[in-house]
């Protein structure tokens, strides 16, 4: 049974960057769905990016298009999300996520995942 464990959410300032990590452990990503949602207070879980590790395939929500990167180094089975130009509206918790790689492009909906880490906070101030 894979497990996840996010790291590197942070406090930063409007137009900042961070990088979340999603380290799996119990079993490797290869050939899986692996995504990024967050969650604000009062908000249902947005599902932000997605990667499928078999070869790469990306899919990202519009709100995060061309600010946000996710991608894979599978010698350290982690996920990343690097984020650049962030808003203040990007604040929440972000969680990963894995599932099975049956459905390529991977979906960004949270019904769709079985395995979730505890979350990282980010925090944007404007």
């Known amino acids: 049974q894979v497990q996840l464990v996010e790291s590197g959410g942070g406090s930063v300032q409007a137009g900042g960057s961070l990088r979340l990590s999603c380290a799996a452990s119990?079993?490797?990503?290869?050939?899986?769905?692996v995504a990024w949602f967050r969650q604000a207070p009062g908000n249902e879980r947005e599902g932000v990016a997605s990667?499928?590790?078999?070869?790469?395939?990306?899919s990202y929500a519009d709100s995060v298009k061309g600010r946000f990167t996710i991608s894979q180094d599978n010698a350290k089975n982690t996920v990343y999300l690097q984020m650049n130009s962030l808003k203040p509206e990007d604040t929440a918790m972000y969680f990963c996520?894995?599932?099975?790689?049956?459905?390529?492009?991977?979906?960004?909906?949270?019904?769709?995942?079985?395995?979730w880490g505890q979350g990282t906070q980010v925090t944007v101030s404007s």
């Open positions: 996520a894995t599932c099975d790689g049956t459905v390529v492009p991977c979906p960004l909906k949270a019904p769709r995942y079985g395995t």
């Open positions: 119990g079993s490797t990503l290869s050939r899986a769905c």
């Open positions: 990667i499928y590790t078999g070869y790469s395939r990306t």
